[in-house]
Structures are given as structure tokens and as C-alpha cells.
């Protein structure tokens, strides 16, 4: 038993080392994710590599929460999850520039243009003169906006469950954790790498 102890001791030891913020719960979760799931193996020539099956699975996985999303935002008026995104970025950000709300949603900024483009016309979003930059616009959510989002949120609400409820709160708050590990990874990361070459990215991110 004094063994165990001292190994999970240990371990956390290591954690902390790693991930200076992490608290205990999260370390449990963590460690509960890496202990009780099936050993991975090297991939022979006919198998995806594990990273490749990540990749694989969350482009799926996306899939058919944009589905979901498409179903439940056809009762507010929008076709598409990425413009209720933006507008509820929006709604949280207050008054951004365009560029600021661009790269809040790592977007191309082509793309970006055009979803702005498609919530200032529907009347969802306006956008004015920045005081401070006469080169750029601000936006900004209007009355409508809000009034479409909130509508929407019992729909998004139900979205949560036909996508998530298969597993339980438990793992929910693990699967949770892991992510936010690698957003906060590749947030870090985000504003040096958009613009160069892949293997200066693949460097970055690996080293």
C-alpha cells in the first residue's frame, strides 16, 4: 500500500511539473483517462496510425454535430453552425474589430469576411467606424441577434444531448479536460504558426 502511495505521489509530481495549473481533480481525470483504457499498439502497414485515427474520429465526430446544429438553428432562421458561432462570439466579445473576431474563431479571413458579411445582412450584427482606427469597423450584436440567440439556445441545448448524453457526466468532464489541454496548446501556438511553412509548424508543435 506504502508503495502505491508513493508512486501516485510521484506521478502527481510529475503532472504538476508539466502542467503547473492543473488541480487535483484534473489530475485524477487525467489519470483515470490514461490507466483504465485499452494499451495502444504501434500501427503495423495496414493499420491508421492512432494520430491519424484522432484526426479521423474528430472530423466525423464534427460532422454530425453540424448536422444536429443545421437541424435546430433552421428553427431560428440561420442554415449553418459556423454563423451562430460567430454570433455568439460576438455576443461575448462586445465590440470587436473584424480582424479581432476573425481570429477569435480561427478562421481564413476570406471566410471570416463573408460569414460577417451574411450576419450583418440578416440584421444579426451591425458594424460602425472604430473611433480609434479610421481604417477599420467594429461590430456589434444587435436587438434581433440577441433575440435570435437566445432563441436558439433551447434547441443548441438539445443539440448538447443528442451529441453527448451516450456517455456519462463523469466522462463528460474528462473528455472536457483533455480538450482543453490541446486548445490551450495550439492557442499558444496559433498566432506564430498560421503563416509559415509545414514543416517550420510541424517543428513548432512537436519540439
Known sequence: MKNKVVALVNLWAE????????????????????????????????EIPINGQLAGMIGKLN???SLYCKKALAHVGMDNIEDWVYLISLHDMGTPKK??????????????????????K???????????????????ITEKGIAVLYESF??????GSMAFDTITASEKVMVLNI?????NFHTGHYKNIRNVEFEEAFGVLTS
Open 15 to 46: 503532472y504538476e511539473s508539466k502542467y503547473p495549473d492543473l488541480t487535483m481533480e484534473e489530475f485524477c481525470i487525467n489519470y483515470l483517462a490514461e490507466h483504465t483504457q485499452t494499451p495502444v499498439h504501434e500501427a503495423d502497414e495496414k
Open 63 to 65: 460532422k454530425y454535430a
Open 99 to 120: 480582424s479581432e473576431l476573425i481570429y477569435e474563431m480561427v478562421s481564413e479571413f476570406p471566410s471570416g469576411i463573408d460569414i460577417i458579411k451574411r450576419l450583418v
Open 122 to 140: 440578416s440584421g444579426l450584427a451591425e458594424e460602425f467606424p472604430d473611433e480609434q482606427d479610421k481604417r477599420s469597423k467594429r461590430l456589434k
Open 154 to 159: 433551447p434547441y443548441m441545448d438539445k443539440v
Open 179 to 183: 480538450l482543453k489541454r490541446l486548445d
